[in-house]
């Protein structure tokens, strides 16, 4: 048996050296330090595993004061028992220009291995630039994948060589093998490629995942997307593949992934960070990482009815949607935005004459409430909305009238899915367990 915790996207800014930031984005950047330290003090706490792997976007964006800072963090857990093996990502050196921020203060990709040797490279059995594999306890290896070699999230040829030639090893042996890389190798959300975030998967990830699975590697960790989520496909050969998107754990709502690998069966299971040095307003952490997320949400929908060049650079920036769509479309997509800030369901039921089959229950929420509770679900990995709940109904509805309606339309685009109606529930509903789930394999 192996039993190891996961986080991943930890972000860090260190406020003390850089100041408090105004930024607003989906993580919680000036607490990023005491929630990172609130966690591996949870993590150390738990006497049964030693073992926690980071999924890359260690830092802010690669200050070397952040890295300094993340490094001392990571030798308070190795001196107390847990061996930590983490990769880096495109957080973690010049990737990104940030107006007021000192290039010379930011570190290069060719420093990350010497700022992490002493975790993960010294006990590597095999290295790749900046991947690794390792035995994390016998019967039980490790490929620590980065992802950024080429472009900002892809293997080249070589990399994929030395990645097979890892997997048949282990096989030879007899070992479990798994991976852990940044970027996504399957979509954490029916969403996530139509708002841009194809860009930002593993390259070629179809093709990729289906050799992987036919290899005998068959389960992979991920972050960057900040959702939590597991996705899971069966390749033309019968092999399965997991894919185990984790959340900021400076995000909504700070998670940290709990694994167990038994037998055939690996165990994901998610605890929380339950405190940190903060003043939370006497709110709980999830309740405080959660307002955070909102306010970010509501601040989109504020440009949204307003302002349309800053709704364009809130979408770029923080869900990669191309600026140049949003502002071609600036005209209809204000008035649209308008609405969208005070319609309730029922009043769009009966603005679009299908009132009747908008549920009571659910007439009176208000539709911009509902889309951010939607998207905040879709990073919490909680979807509960199905089509037999009275919000699920009411959507389905109204949706359905707004593809009738627009059917002359929708035939000249290229879509990619069959059903509006269907496409919006599978945004609302999945009724596959994102945060605690039996995968066997």
Avoid at 7 to 26: P, W
Avoid at 109 to 124: S, T
Avoid at 409 to 414: G, M, R
Wanted: hydrophobic share 40%.
């Amino acid at each position: 048996m192996l039993k190891f915790h996961l986080v991943t996207d930890t972000h860090l800014y260190d406020y003390k050296v850089f100041g408090l930031t105004e930024r607003r984005d989906q993580v919680t950047l000036n607490e990023s330090g005491p929630i990172i330290d609130a966690a591996f003090e949870q993590i150390l706490a738990d006497k049964s595993t030693d073992i926690l792997l980071v999924a890359g976007d260690l830092t802010n964006i690669g200050e070397k004061a952040c890295h300094e800072s993340m490094v001392q963090k990571f030798r308070h857990l190795q001196a107390n028992g847990v061996r930590v093996f983490p990769i880096t990502a495109t957080h973690d050196y010049g990737a990104f220009e940030r107006a007021g921020y000192d290039d010379d203060n930011r570190s290069t990709r060719d420093e990350l291995r010497e700022i992490y040797n002493d975790f993960g490279f010294a006990q590597a059995y095999a290295t790749f630039g900046l991947s690794y594999a390792v035995q994390l306890a016998p019967g039980y290896r490790l490929l620590a994948l980065n992802d950024d070699s080429e472009d900002i999230c892809g293997y080249d040829d070589d990399q994929l060589d030395w990645i097979f030639a890892q997997i048949r090893e282990a096989k030879a042996a007899g070992d479990f093998i798994f991976a852990m890389t940044h970027h996504p190798t399957m979509a954490p959300s029916p969403a996530y490629p139509i708002i841009g975030g194809e860009g930002n998967m593993l390259r070629n990830h179809e093709e990729v995942t289906t050799r992987f699975a036919d290899a005998g590697l068959h389960f992979i960790f991920t972050g960057h997307t900040h959702m939590h989520n597991i996705a899971h496909k069966v390749t033309a050969q019968g092999s399965h593949f997991y894919d185990i998107n984790t959340g900021a754990l400076v995000g909504c709502p700070a998670a940290i992934r709990e694994i167990v690998v038994d037998g055939n069966q690996m165990q994901v299971d998610t605890i929380y960070v339950e405190n940190f040095d903060w003043d939370l307003g006497g709110r709980s952490v999830r309740q405080y990482t959660c307002d955070h997320f909102d306010k970010m949400l509501n601040s989109i929908f504020d440009a949204f009815a307003t302002d349309i060049p800053r709704f364009a650079d809130i979408l770029a920036g923080e869900f990669s949607v191309p600026k140049d769509t949003i502002i071609k479309l600036k005209f209809p997509l204000k008035i649209v935005g308008k609405i969208v800030d005070k319609i309730t369901l029922g009043g769009l039921g009966r603005l679009l004459l299908c009132a009747g089959k908008v549920p009571k229950a659910a007439k009176k929420v208000r539709l911009r409430h509902l889309i951010v509770e939607v998207v905040r679900n879709l990073y919490l990995g909680d979807e509960p909305y199905s089509r037999e709940t009275p919000i699920g109904a009411a959507a389905y509805a109204i949706i359905a009238r707004l593809e009738s309606l627009a059917k002359p339309v929708l035939k000249k685009v290229d879509l990619p899915f069959e059903s509006l109606p269907e496409f919006v529930l599978s945004l609302m509903y999945d009724p596959t367990p994102d945060s605690k789930a039996v995968l066997e394999f």
